[in-house]
């Protein structure tokens, strides 16, 4: 029978892996904690159109309705960009110094203006504003404030994106059933509590349900 050699002595080699195992989880919780940190402006839906209608948008937020134009925007902004000019006289880097510390107020939002001149819309909740409310939404008539907007709408052309926050899942499923009423197709977007919108170039395209 052959002699076996010596035993072979593992402790070290174990040692070593045990402290790297240790350091990987260590990096993994430290990069979880970091990542959990980070404000990051997201992306939301946004290509204005899809199948061949354009969108028309509302946010649900502290189970109320926020009405978002895109033309009542586009006219804050030409509104704010001709008061600047003249405040500026025409001086180009006095007209972007401004710019960057400009924030307008609309409907609920406060709209970075800066992002606004290149074309994308970064709209941060205003949480002191107040929405609307459906007292009995399967009551809205044409004459209320949500059942007018939904008059306007042109099912064939248009229909509507809901920016939906953690605590307004109520009043989007009764607004959905209204735009549903009215044959109107209806696509959503999650949000977070606080994170902000931002519609135009870059954003992902949306699908209606």
């Known amino acids: ?42 992306a939301t839906p946004k290509e204005s159109r899809a199948d061949d209608k354009s969108a028309v948008f509302f946010e649900c937020r502290n189970n109320q309705l926020f009405e978002i134009s895109i033309e009542k925007m586009k006219k804050a902004i030409d509104a704010k960009t001709e008061e600047l000019r003249q405040q500026t006289a025409g001086n ?13 107020e609309l409907d609920g ?6 992002y606004a001149l ?6 941060l909740p205003d949480f002191d504003a107040a929405g609307y409310q459906f007292e009995r939404y399967l009551e809205e008539t044409d ?51 606080k994170n902000p919108i931002m519609i135009g170039p870059g954003g992902e395209r949306m699908y209606m349900q």
């Open 109 to 114: 939002h406060r709209l970075d203006y800066t």
């Open 92 to 104: 180009e880097t006095e007209f972007l110094k401004n710019a960057a510390q400009t924030t307008l």
């Open 1 to 42: 029978m052959a002699t076996q050699g010596p035993a072979m002595d593992l402790s070290s080699f174990t040692d070593i892996m045990t402290c790297i195992l240790g350091i990987l989880v260590l990096i993994i919780l430290l990069t979880g904690i970091d990542a959990s940190q980070i404000t990051v402006l997201v």
């Open 118 to 123: 290149m074309g994308r819309y970064v709209l």
């Open 143 to 193: 004459a209320m404030w949500y059942g007018s907007r939904l008059a306007q709408i042109d099912p064939q052309m248009q229909f509507l994106c809901f920016f939906v926050r953690p605590d307004s899942f109520k009043v989007f499923q009764q607004a959905r059933a209204l735009a549903w009423l009215r044959n109107i197709n209806v696509a959503c977007e999650l949000q977070d509590e």
